[in-house]
């Protein structure tokens, strides 16, 4: 079990931070984590058609694996990639698979400081007079559970031969994307998988990723856009 240590700030900075995220907008940030692998040099040097294979396909049903395989197609059309029209005349079987891990528990510690004035003889009880200025006086601790959800996607190639001679074939390129917050939905977060993962299709990353995405990004907007 993890123990992760936050520092609460006293009230009144929590309200000036909580006025400056509201300038900045509503729209949701997601923490990304990208591995990504790929043996060729260039996306297009392994064919420019191809089909999608989703072995998720049975289990979610036609309306899902649709709306999947469109937030796919689009991404891979940024590379210049394009569907062929069944998979004998594909270049490359493009593979994706997804989902989501069962909850992580994680204790977290909070620490608030706690503002105040000492006591001093004479002093009446209620609020300190105009003008005192507080002290910090110490901070108080609780100990909360939090829950932790990774959704996940994975995105490979392989030549067009491996699914008609039913082999499976060696990656051309893969990309593998995580998404860990304390959300459920992972409908929801697919789209952000995807357009994450459309950057390093054709790329090599040194070791894993990290990096922030915005729910307005151009890449997240253009994806759930469709084609």
């Not at 040097?45 to 899902?64: C, K, Q």
């Not at 609020?127 to 200025?133: Q, Y």
Request: proline letters at 4%; one cysteine or more; charged letters at 25%.
């Amino acid at each position: 079990m993890e123990t992760m240590h936050h520092l609460v700030i006293s009230s009144g900075r929590l309200l000036l931070m909580t006025a400056v995220l509201i300038g900045a907008g509503c729209a949701s940030t997601y923490d990304v984590s990208v591995m990504a692998t790929s043996r060729i040099a260039g996306v297009s040097r392994g064919g420019t058609s191809f089909v999608i294979h989703d072995p998720n396909r049975a289990a979610l049903g036609e309306l899902r694996t649709a709306e999947i395989g469109n937030a796919l197609r689009t991404a891979l059309s940024a590379h210049g990639l394009h569907e062929a029209a069944d998979s004998k005349t594909a270049d490359l079987v493009v593979e994706i698979t997804y989902g989501i891990d069962p909850a992580k528990v994680s204790r977290v510690e909070h620490q608030e400081f706690v503002f105040g004035r000492p006591v001093m003889p004479g002093d009446r009880l209620g609020p300190p007079p105009e003008g005192v200025a507080r002290e910090l006086m110490g901070y108080s601790e609780t100990i909360s559970t939090e829950f932790t959800r990774e959704k996940h996607v994975s995105i490979c190639a392989r030549g067009g031969r491996a699914i008609a001679e039913e082999q499976p074939g060696e990656d051309f390129w893969r990309v593998h994307v995580v998404i860990a917050n304390d959300s459920e939905d992972l409908r929801g977060h697919l789209p952000v998988l995807i357009s994450a993962a459309m950057d390093f299709i054709g790329r090599t990353t040194d070791g894993e990723v990290t990096m922030a995405m915005r729910d307005d990004d151009s890449a997240i907007q253009f994806v759930r856009r469709g084609l």
